[in-house]
């Protein structure tokens, strides 16, 4: 029987997914074996998804640790916690003293939502050290024979990693590339490879090279891919990719975990080795893969919704189209920025440049300008293509916008409301011209699947390495002249000035190719990603819900609108309000909860009805302000109260267009 240790953070659902289909998985008997323990980095009282967490970790009668990382910290920087000798290793040597950098759980990637960890180098802080050596005295005990991470958000010491076999999940073929899950694909797509994939290795001191336990391939060639290596679409083979590897994720840890209990392999000496004891590079497990997926692809056809406790998933097969069920799929498709989250990334982004935010203010009056005026080839948004120059000029990097979704608030009521809709079978999706490493940080800490997520592709790291001397030069002289002007008030200056740095000298220089390497999800790149999520479940945009707030968004909204789906206008500015359904001005999104309850019930008619009830009666101070906009002539009543409650929620960025 195999003894399992289980590492988590517990920070968002899919923590509490995978430590459910293993336990099923264990108690169907699949894998021979028990978690003996669960051990997480929070205590109770730290993140409501830890708790919930630890409330299932509970229901099971798996023995729960908790030791707060953060508070150990600052214990430990008070010197309550002396130095202790080193772990006994599993290994032969002694190995040298471990620490880790102060950004480690925060500036690195959070890449995937099941398992994530890597190693500490001897450079990084001391404090992890001393760290890993009390979780050792916690977990001793134990003596497990695997330890898996599951969604673990710290970084591993080197000594506690050769204490204790531990497993990793990494998004790669074996000897494929490694970094962010963003960073592996990337990759893929810039060598033109023909198989993507998912391993689970060893943990070791060299990040994401430790040896492979089990693998699972999948050709990225043929159908459905070719189509878009055809058309040299990067951005749609990102999504497809990832998509394609989410799915092989949980089948893959249930599967090595399985295999390693009933002996089909085992470690030994830092060496995977098969049943009859030779040595292995890794045991392919692509065929077992393709049939759970398959399987639950099926499952999932016969049943409307996932149920509590369910093996599926909606990753298992995100890029089969579901057959009809006997409900009607509810699906609602959110912008980020405003929707879920009230800042402007870019915007923040800006603000760490000198002048940035200055500046930012004037671009994103130029794309405005540019919108409005129908710009061939432009689409709004694409300000995140016109700052990206400036962010690689001043050392601005991809862990940094991670860091920033990581800690960003979310819109009042955002969370809640979205945790009441999955409950309820919704299908929930978000397109966003957010930056990608910003947009799945946020969507991830919501629940929304990656597979759900469409957003700018955004390899700034690569970008950096474009610019050159001349670059710098050119980018400062253009951000001198940039913080002359004043947006709107110097709209034709903006226009000229703009016009001559962008389409004419910027193109000379190698920063010219960032513009191009760069395409927001804005404007009608939305529909285009909203018409991709309608054809992979077969559901055309009339059966939608889509939530916007802003320039980028009034294109989808007005899409969504004129084949009878619902466009909500949600504390909108002027270019969006017109080319919606509804309007809802409030300080908590939770207040469109009852309009979504109207479209379970009658579709549009329902919601109609409901909204034109709730408008008589009027808002209740800052919330519940409904508008019925579709055939209304004057909007100037409505915008001046979605004007005023977004300011309120979104404060500086409430500005921009």
Known sequence: MLNIGWFSTGRDEAARQLLQAVQESIATSDITGKISFVFSNREPGESGESDSLFELVHSYGIPLICFSHRKFKSRLLRGAYPEQPKLRAKRRGDSSVASLPQNDNKGRNQNDSNVIAAIATPS????????????????????????????????????????????????????????????????????????????????????????????????IKGKPFDQYWQKDDKNMLFQLIRQHELAQEFPLIISTLKALSQGEISIRDDKVVDAQGNVIQGYNLSKEIDQAISHSHSEHSEQSHTSPGSLHQESAAPFLPPKETAREPRLICFDLEGPLAPQDNAYELMKLLPHGSRIFEVISRYDDLLTLEGRQDYEPGDTLALIAPFLARHGIREKQITTMGQEAKLTPGASYLISRLKSRGWQIFCISTSYEQYAFAITQRLGIPAQNVACTSFPLDQICQLLNQDNFTLLERAEWEFITLTPEVDDTRIKQTLD??????????????????????????????????????????????????????????????KVGGLAIAFNANEYALPYSTMGLASASLDDLGIVLGAWEKGRRRAVELTVKEKEKTGGKGDREHFHWLAEAKDISRPLEIHKRIRRLVREEAAKLG
């Open 124 to 219: 990084q802080e001391r404090w992890r050290l001393e760290y890993d050596r009390e979780v050792n005295k916690r977990i001793e005990q134990f003596a497990p024979d695997l330890c898996v991470l599951a969604g673990y958000m710290l970084i591993i010491g080197e000594e506690l990693c050769q204490k204790y076999n531990m497993v990793n999940l990494h998004p790669a073929p074996p000897g494929g590339p490694v970094g962010s899950w963003q960073g592996v694909i990337w990759k893929l797509i810039e060598d033109k490879a023909e198989e993507a994939g998912a391993m689970i290795h060893l943990v070791t001191p060299e990040l994401d090279r430790g040896p492979v336990v089990s693998y699972s391939l999948f050709s």
């Open 500 to 561: 001559r740095f962008y389409w004419q000298e910027l193109l000379r220089t190698s920063s010219g190719k960032i513009i191009n390497k760069v395409k927001p999800v804005g404007g009608k790149r939305k529909i285009e990603a909203l018409e991709h999520f309608a054809a992979r479940l077969g559901k055309p945009l009339s059966h939608w819900i889509a939530v916007g707030d802003s320039i980028t968004d009034f294109k989808m909204l007005q899409a969504v609108n």
